[in-house]
């Protein structure tokens, strides 16, 4: 497609059904004027479907989350993995484990993540421990609804959103919050003490995995 946009021409455009799942507001946009199409004898168009998630686009997202971790890495190197939950489309939440070392570093990542690229777009971001498996939700929340207290590990800015939010009061923009749901260090100012996750034994795991044919059970798809 070759064509030309005029900078002081808008034209109302939508509500499109969008990735969000949600139609899109109406809003003006520039006009692109088409001068010359050019194309094969047998033109492939190339699209996806969107709509509520999760739909074909959502996998091309998870492609590139996979793709710029290790650029998120190279600047921010504490980062042990990102998950972006399909249902979050991307740009309302995303989980992060980091391996914390000094006080308040989760606080530190949630800003330089706000503050990179597209990643500023981000409503929500959650940071846990290192061990936690991001990419299990489940594990995710039982961290965050055990691991926080309201007062002290929320962190409340604002800042840009996507276009397409449309939560926010203002266009483009608005709060975004922060979740430390690591494990809270004394110099956090936590007084109490931190309970101890609780593990079983290698010993008595092994106990148990020796008795899974005995008993005639499947180990398969069993946790400890």
């Known amino acids: 497609l070759e ?7 808008m034209r109302r455009e939508g509500p499109f059904g969008d990735h969000t799942g949600y139609y899109s507001l109406a809003d003006d946009y520039p ?3 088409v001068t010359c199409i050019t194309h094969r004898k047998d033109p492939i168009y190339a699209a996806t479907i969107v709509g509520k998630p999760p739909m074909e686009d959502c996998y091309l997202a998870k492609a ?4 710029f971790l290790p650029l ?12 972006m939950p399909l249902e979050g489309v991307f740009h309302d939440c995303c989980v992060v484990s980091i391996d914390k070392r000094y006080p308040m570093q989760a606080r530190k990542v949630m ?6 690229g597209q990643m500023m777009n981000v409503k929500m971001i959650i940071v846990v421990d290192k061990h936690v498996n991001v990419q299990e939700m489940k594990e995710v929340w ?3 609804f055990n691991n926080i207290d309201a007062k002290h590990d929320l962190e409340i800015v604002e ?9 926010s009061p203002m266009a483009k923009w608005g709060a975004k919050l922060g979740i430390d749901a690591t494990k809270t260090w004394p110099e956090e100012g936590h007084t109490r003490e931190w309970p101890d996750e609780i593990a079983m034994s290698d010993d008595v795991k092994a106990k148990v995995d020796a008795i899974w044919s005995r008993l005639g059970l499947s180990p398969k798809g069993a946790t400890h």
């Open 159 to 167: 800042g840009p959103l996507d276009v397409l939010d449309h939560s």
């Open 142 to 144: 039982w961290r965050v």
């Open 111 to 116: 800003h330089a993540l706000w503050g990179m």
């Open 31 to 33: 006009v692109f004027h």
């Open 3 to 9: 064509g030309y946009v005029r900078t002081d021409e």
């Open 72 to 83: 998120l890495q190279q600047m921010v190197p504490e980062i042990i993995d990102i998950n």
């Open 64 to 67: 590139t989350e996979r793709i």
